[in-house]
């Protein structure tokens, strides 16, 4: 290693993460020799223990962590983190320092989830006597969700949480509304910002934005914090640092001027996450203190030959310009016709051996539940596995979770308005499942379970309950099973109840007895339902860790009932979510075509012979949509402080697709398809930006028509 640090920066895929895994092995190999030449016997702690390797995320970091790991022949531990990740370990694990400083009551931090935070936010705010004046600008939902993230912004940008409101007011003032109810808000939100900081910290609890602002303002600087982070670090290795927030920078150069050696690599054409936290152009004023090396771009990939020209047609610079042949154009009239066309031509091509399904990426601008279920059923149905990247969906939409919170609402009192005759009917049926080979078989249907819940169910506000199959008329009618599973399900009910009545039971210990007595405790469900049971479980458990904190720092809190019936609403709302098919957060399952929108690929970093661009039609390629944050262009560093304009707005849109274009070609090896319908999935015409692309590229049916040894399969 050079006496400089070492800044590698090239555009997609030039080989920066090999480059900084040699360093890495080069490193390695002198402190090995050093040691042994000071007739010392290396401690693997000891060096482990002494570099610092960050990766932009979770998935990124432990594929990094294997290449290290690799790299060194396994000679000793790896501990690969990202930004977020190490700052949090710190602040928790030098909180004492925090709480002495910040005179705060001696107490372990309680780190909130993001839903966990906006509802704590959400009732603390709506104490507020101006709130719903405040709520009159947006939903109440979107102002809370909207001012949390401006905390975070600060947070990740290095500002004091009390200049927000400055910054808003001299960033978007007169943009909209009238100049004075807009100064009004742009103030009251960043005082209910200083009200919800304040009401944390004296309770423990830290979200992310206030785990930031923690680290910057007060841990970095505390001078014993200092001695010890000196000690413990002399290496860095940061991978992707265009994805890194700005006070990730301000650590690295605390170390780099206290004599710490690093190693970056930085992508031009990445700033994936510019708009959610990340300050890439901040960090790039890192290259000045390092020996700056440019790689040169590799021609395994079509960004090389046909990225500039993309760039070109998409900026209107360049007219009537016949693209390659290796990028080809899908057009229909409908949306489902585009979807079943995109699907036959990846069943036609993997039949013909031509490429491998693992070679094959589906990608979107945002993807529909309709979008998602007709590809994955369509290309399943021909034995061709798909593998939508971190798939999200509601844990409320899983019937296991509905008749679960049915049973906790039939269970703790005052809970009867929560639930109504159906979802008992699902309830029952739910719970009665048995596994027949690789179905589950409920013994009470749901024709049965209606029947059930028409007669049996007895609603009321208290304490509803299910009474004996008796009570129906023809119970007789139901059969054996029915009953017996019936019976089954109101004795647990019941003797449940009299615990409950003797002592408070925490509805994480009745959710885990329910999965155990019911579901065997999750021994025959698939993956996906494991998921969504092992989701639930963590939330409950989060929550009440969240509730048992409040409650010891507000001895009149709410009722333990009121607590569940608000546990009950937030899984309702469809606010938490867990992946219906876990691999990994970005991993994808080997031998399956990958389906993502164009945030998860790119956050991927992978590479794939042929690309499929969805709904290429979109003007949702060229907007930041859920991936920009409000308010997150006045909290970049070269931010100048004048008014931000709708232009200006424009001008980031612009630039965004520009480096999308070009980093997702760099991606594609051999070919590219321009899917695009006239009609987008609401009907309406399709003229995003990249048409001029589908306009210049050849139709792919001239090239079936060329070649008819297989025609389409139907399917």
């Not at 600087?221 to 265009?242: G, K, M, V």
């Not at 379970?449 to 028409?454: E, F, K, T």
């Not at 090239?703 to 389409?712: F, I, M, N, S």
């Amino acid at each position: 290693m050079s006496s400089l640090s070492l800044w590698f920066t090239g555009t997609t895929r030039t080989g920066k993460t090999s480059r900084l895994v040699a360093e890495f092995r080069d490193w390695v190999r002198k402190q090995s020799l050093v040691r042994h030449s000071k007739a010392k016997r290396p401690s693997l702690n000891d060096l482990s223990a002494t570099v610092l390797v960050f990766a932009a995320n979770n998935q990124n970091r432990r594929e990094l962590n294997d290449r290290l790991s690799v790299a060194v022949e396994g000679t000793y531990p790896v501990l690969c983190k990202t930004p977020l990740g190490f700052i949090t370990d710190e602040v928790m694990l030098f909180f004492p320092l925090l709480f002495e400083r910040l005179q705060l009551k001696a107490q372990f931090p309680l780190r909130l989830r993001p839903e966990t935070e906006q509802e704590l936010a959400t009732k603390l705010w709506r104490e507020q006597p101006d709130w719903e004046t405040l709520c009159e600008f947006d939903s109440e939902y979107r102002l809370v969700r909207q001012t949390l993230d401006l905390l975070q912004l600060a947070g990740a940008s290095g500002i004091p949480a009390e200049d927000i409101s400055l910054i808003l007011q001299e960033g978007y003032l007169g943009r909209e509304t009238s100049i004075e109810a807009q100064s009004h808000l742009w103030q009251r939100m960043g005082e209910l910002l200083q009200i919800w900081r304040t009401w944390c910290l004296e309770r423990g609890l830290l979200s992310y934005g206030l785990i930031y602002e923690l680290y910057w303002r007060y841990l970095l600087p505390d001078p014993q914090y200092q001695y010890h982070l000196t000690r413990r670090y002399q290496t860095i290795f940061a991978d992707d640092t265009d994805d890194y927030p700005a006070i990730a920078r301000d650590l690295f150069e605390f170390l780099l001027d206290r004599g710490a050696k690093g190693t970056f690599t930085y992508n031009p054409d990445g700033k994936i996450r510019l708009g959610l936290n990340a300050d890439p152009d901040y960090l790039k004023g890192l290259a000045v203190r390092c020996q700056i090396e440019t790689l040169p771009p590799l021609n395994n990939s079509l960004a090389t030959e046909f990225a500039t020209t993309a760039v070109e047609l998409v900026s209107e610079e360049a007219y009537l310009v016949d693209l390659p042949d290796k990028i080809q154009s899908l057009e229909t009239i409908s949306r489902a016709e585009l979807l079943n066309q995109t699907a036959e031509i990846i069943i036609r091509v993997v039949k013909q051996n031509l490429v491998k399904s693992e070679e094959i990426a589906i990608i979107a601008p945002g993807l529909d539940e309709i979008a998602r279920y007709t590809l994955i059923q369509t290309l399943e149905a021909q034995k061709i596995a798909v593998a939508p990247l971190n798939e999200q969906r509601p844990l409320i939409s899983s019937p296991v979770v509905r008749a679960l919170l049915t049973l906790l609402a039939l269970i703790y009192p005052d809970l009867g308005r929560t639930i109504d005759r159906n979802a008992i009917a699902e309830m029952l049926t739910v719970l009665s499942q048995k596994p027949q080979g690789e179905l589950l078989i409920p013994d009470i249907d749901p024709v049965r379970g209606g029947l059930i819940a028409d007669y049996c169910y007895h609603a009321d506000l208290q304490q509803p309950y299910l009474s004996t199959v008796e009570s129906f008329p023809r119970w007789d009618r139901l059969g054996h099973q029915a009953t017996t599973a019936y019976k089954k399900i109101v004795e647990w009910i019941e003797g449940t109840k009299i615990q409950l009545g003797q002592t408070f039971i925490v509805p994480t210990v009745l959710l885990d007895r329910a999965i155990a007595t019911f579901f065997d405790g999750g021994s025959y469900f698939q993956r996906d339902r494991l998921a969504v049971l092992r989701e639930l479980i963590e939330t409950a458990q989060h929550f009440w860790e969240v509730d048992r904190r409040l409650r010891q720092n507000e001895p009149s809190f709410q009722t333990q009932t009121a607590t569940v019936a608000q546990f009950i609403q937030l899984l309702r709302r469809g606010t938490i979510t867990a992946n219906p098919r876990p691999v990994g957060q970005f991993q994808t399952q080997t031998g399956a075509v990958t389906l993502a929108t164009v945030f998860q690929y790119r956050s991927l970093r992978t590479i794939h012979r042929w690309q499929f661009w969805l709904d290429t039609g979109s003007p949702l390629w060229q907007q930041g949509g859920a991936a920009t944050l409000f308010g997150a262009p006045l909290f970049l560093k070269n931010w100048s402080g004048r008014t931000w304009m709708p232009e200006d707005d424009y001008e980031l849109d612009k630039q965004r697709l520009q480096r999308i274009i070009r980093d997702v070609l760099g991606r594609a090896q051999e070919k590219v398809f321009l899917c695009h319908s006239d009609l987008g999935v609401n009907g309406t015409e399709q003229m995003g930006a990249l048409l001029p692309l589908v306009h210049s590229a050849k139709p792919f049916a001239e090239e079936a028509g060329r070649d008819k040894a297989v025609p389409y399969p139907y399917v």
